[in-house]
Nanobody
Framework: QVQLVESGGGLVQAGGSLRLSCVTS????????MGWVRQAPGKEREFVAA????????YYADSVKGRFTISRDNAKNTVYLQMNSLKPEDTAVYYC?????????????????WGQGTQVTVSS
């Protein structure tokens, strides 16, 4: 059974930083692109960042470029999201996503696996 478990969310002041982690099990991790998607209250899910299977290329939503960094450790079956210079508009539940296709994660189409999410709240 595939599991994606996020951690690292919390409450932080604007301008602060958080590092999210997503540990996977039961997944051929190195065969999957990984990503982060968020959903704010009353809004649809929004792509945040994604990384190729080998970690060589990363993609970001314009709203987080220059502030967020996605990385992965294939030996630990874990993907990370370092979030700096946080803004109140970054407040959302952040979900980890896994799919053989990075494109599927970027366009949020038929993604194979999802985590349960971790809450990030940024106060002004």
């Amino acid at each position: 059974q595939v599991q994606l478990v996020e951690s690292g969310g919390g409450l932080v002041q604007a301008g602060g930083s958080l590092r999210l982690s997503c540990v996977t099990s039961g997944l051929a991790f190195s065969s999957h692109a990984m990503g982060w998607v968020r959903q704010a209250p009353g809004k649809e899910r929004e792509f945040v960042a994604a990384i190729y299977r080998g970690g060589g290329s990363q993609y970001y939503a314009d709203s987080v470029k220059g502030r967020f960094t996605i990385s992965r450790d294939n030996a630990k079956n874990t993907v990370y999201l370092q979030m700096n210079s946080l803004k109140p508009e970054d407040t959302a539940v952040y979900y980890c996503a896994a799919d053989p296709s990075l494109h599927s994660i970027v366009v949020l189409n038929l993604v194979d696996y999802w985590g349960q999410g971790t809450q990030v709240t940024v106060s002004s």
